[in-house]
C-alpha cells in the first residue's frame, strides 16, 4: 500500500476516534441522568438483568467484522464507566488479588468498579450480608472437580440471592521465584486446581510436596518465600506477584471451566434468558425425590444441574441443588414450585438470574 493511501486510513481512523469519543460522552450523560433517577427512587446502580439485555441486543445487532466477544469486552468497560458516574459500585471477591474469583469479577463488572478481597468465602458472604459491600463473587463449581461446598454451605442459610453468573476458562502455570523446575520441591496451590494438574505434575514433579492453600493467588504470595517453592495459578498472578512463568498450560484437560456466582440482596428481572435455582428436602421414604421431580417433566422445563449435600444435622439425609431453565416470576416456573413445595419438606428459592454465556 502506498503511503498516501496509509496515510488518508489513518485519517479516516483519527475522524471515527473523534466521532466515537463524541459519542461515548454523550451517552455517558444520558448514564448520569438514568444515576439521578435510580437514586431518587432507591434503584440499585448495578443491575444484572438490565445490562444482560443490552449485551443481547448488541449481539443481535452486530453486523462485524468484530466478533461479538470484542463487542462484551468493549462495551464491558464502557457500561463499567457509566456506573462509575452514577455512583460507586463496591464487590468483594474471594481473594487475594489476582485469584481466578477475582478475575472473573473483573471480566463482570469492569475496571469501573472497587474490589475488595476477602480471605473466604463466608467473609465474602458475610459483609454482602451485612452491607459492607452491595456485592460479592464467589466460586460454585468447576467442571472437571465439581462443586464448592464451602459455597454451597452459605447458601443454606443466606438471606442473599443469585443475582447473575459468570463462566470463566481455567488456564493453570506453573510459578516460582526462580528459574529451576529441578529445583522445587513444594508446590503450593487450591485442592481444586493442584487436582486438575495431577497428570502434568505426577509426570513432571513426582516428588514435589503439595501445599494446599485457600486460593491460587494466596498460593503465589506464599512461594515468595520459599526459594524451593512454586505455586500453580494464573500467568495474571505471575504478573501481578512477580513471578517466573517455570510451564504454562499444566491442566490435565483443556476444557477447564469454572462457573462463578454474583450474590446480593433482592432479585433480578426476568430476561428471557434465565436460570433459577433453587434447593430442596425430601421425606425420607422411597420415591421422595422421584415425586419431588416429577413437575419438571410434566411442564417440560430443562432441568440443567441436580446435586445432593449432606444435611449436617442429619446423618444421611441430604439437600438437593437445582438449577433450571426459566424465572420464577414466569407462569409455569412459579406453578412448578408451588407443585414441587407440596411434595418436599423443606424448598428455598437461591435466585432467578440471567442465564451467564459459558466459557
Not at 23 to 28: D, F, H, Q
Not at 135 to 153: A, C, D, F, K, Y
Not at 254 to 269: D, M, Q
Not at 303 to 316: A, D, T
Amino acid at each position: 500500500m502506498k503511503s498516501g493511501s496509509l496515510q488518508k486510513l489513518r485519517e479516516e481512523l483519527r475522524k471515527r476516534d473523534r466521532q466515537i469519543l463524541h459519542l461515548l460522552n454523550k451517552r455517558s450523560g444520558v448514564a448520569i441522568k438514568i444515576g439521578r433517577i435510580k437514586d431518587r427512587d432507591g434503584r440499585e446502580i448495578y443491575d444484572p438483568s438490565q445490562e444482560a439485555r443490552v449485551f443481547n441486543q448488541l449481539f443481535g445487532i452486530n453486523a462485524g467484522p468484530l466478533p461479538d466477544q470484542a463487542v462484551r469486552n468493549i462495551f464491558r468497560e464502557i457500561i463499567s464507566s457509566s456506573r462509575a458516574l452514577q455512583a460507586s459500585v463496591r464487590a468483594a471477591y474471594l481473594g487475594p488479588e489476582a485469584s481466578f474469583t477475582h478475575q472473573a469479577a473483573l471480566t463482570h463488572f469492569g475496571s469501573g468498579t472497587t474490589y475488595l478481597p476477602k480471605a473466604t468465602i463466608a467473609e465474602v458472604f458475610r459483609d454482602v450480608e451485612r452491607g459492607t459491600v452491595r456485592w460479592g463473587v464467589v466460586p460454585i463449581e468447576n467442571s472437571l472437580e465439581g462443586s464448592v461446598r464451602q459455597t454451597q454451605g452459605q447458601l443454606i442459610s443466606t438471606s442473599l440471592g443469585i443475582r447473575a453468573e459468570i463462566y470463566m476458562r481455567i488456564t493453570l502455570s506453573l510459578l516460582s521465584t526462580q528459574r529451576r523446575k529441578e529445583k522445587i520441591k513444594r508446590i503450593y496451590s487450591h485442592p481444586h486446581a493442584l487436582a486438575q494438574c495431577r497428570e502434568w505434575l505426577g509426570k513432571n514433579l513426582p516428588d514435589g510436596q503439595q501445599v494446599e492453600a485457600g486460593s491460587t493467588a494466596e498460593a503465589a504470595r506464599r512461594v515468595l518465600g520459599d526459594r524451593q517453592g512454586a505455586a500453580v495459578a494464573s500467568r495474571v498472578a505471575a504478573n501481578t506477584y512477580g513471578l517466573v512463568i517455570l510451564e504454562e498450560g499444566i491442566e490435565d484437560h483443556p476444557e477447564n471451566a469454572t462457573r462463578f456466582l454474583v450474590i446480593g440482596k433482592g432479585g433480578s428481572e426476568p430476561t428471557g434468558q434465565d436460570k433459577t435455582s433453587i434447593l430442596f428436602a425430601t421425606p425420607h421414604v422411597p420415591g421422595a425425590l422421584h415425586q419431588a421431580l416429577a413437575p419438571f417433566s410434566r411442564a417440560k422445563v430443562n432441568m440443567l444441574r441436580i446435586e445432593s449435600h449432606p444435611m449436617r444435622e442429619r446423618m444421611w439425609e441430604y439437600l438437593f441443588f437445582v438449577d433450571f431453565a426459566g424465572h420464577v416470576e414466569e407462569r409455569r416456573t412459579a406453578k412448578l414450585l408451588r407443585e414441587m413445595k407440596s411434595r418436599t419438606t423443606l424448598m428455598k428459592h437461591l435466585g432467578s438470574y440471567p442465564r451467564g454465556e459459558q466459557a
